[in-house]
Each structure stands twice: as C-alpha cells, then as structure tokens.
C-alpha cells in the first residue's frame, strides 16, 4: 500500500473513530441524564433496572475510554510510521505532496 493511500485511510479511520467515540459520549449522557430524571419514581423493579443500567453505562464509559486510547495509539503508530517513510523517501513525499496540490488545486479551480 503506498504512502497516499495509507495517510488517507488513516484520515477517514481516525474520522470514523472520533464520530463514534462522540456518538457513544451522547448515548451514555442521555442515558445518565434519563437514570438520574426518574431517580425518585417507580417501584423496586424499576430501582433493579435503574441500578443495572448505571453499571452498565459504567462499564460502557471504562471501554470507550479503553477504545479512545487504543485508537490514539494506533494513530500515533501510523503517524510515526509516515514519519520514516517520509525520511527515508523524502522525494516520493514531495511529488506525492506536489501531485495531491496540483489535484486539490485543480478541483478548486473548477467550482
């Protein structure tokens, strides 16, 4: 896999991730948000699945923060993984860096 095509992979994962990461924040808000709203109502089954749910959410919050850090972990592989590709090949980076602004450029150029 050549360099381009794997710094645009890793740019569209590492969107995706963050997308998700984000996604998965705002479902385990509302849901706390909702535990904590019905905190004074209901009987002792609806207090059983009020305490189920919030072990839940924080066993759902200690892997996404697992998740969150593996992901910046890996970036940080394939940040460093470009790096020395980029040194040892300075010259297919620069016409990569060159073809992909003449690229973006052109496509500018006709809107």
Do not use: C
């Not at 609806?46 to 189920?52: E, K, V």
């Not at 940040?79 to 003449?102: C, E, F, M, R, S």
Request: proline share 1%; hydrophobic share 40%.
């Amino acid at each position: 896999m050549s360099n381009k095509n794997l710094t645009a992979n890793t740019h569209v994962l590492n969107e995706a991730n963050d997308q998700l990461v984000s996604d998965f924040k705002t479902v385990i808000s509302d849901a706390e948000a909702l535990i904590k709203a019905t905190a004074n109502q209901g009987d002792s089954a609806l207090n059983d699945l009020r305490t189920r749910a919030q072990t839940s959410l924080s066993v759902a919050k200690d892997n996404l923060a697992d998740i969150q850090a593996t992901v910046i972990e890996r970036s940080r592989a394939v940040t460093k993984a470009t790096d020395v590709y980029v040194h040892d090949n300075p010259w297919q980076a620069i016409g990569t860096a060159a073809g992909l602004g003449l690229l973006i450029g052109f496509i500018m150029g006709r809107r």
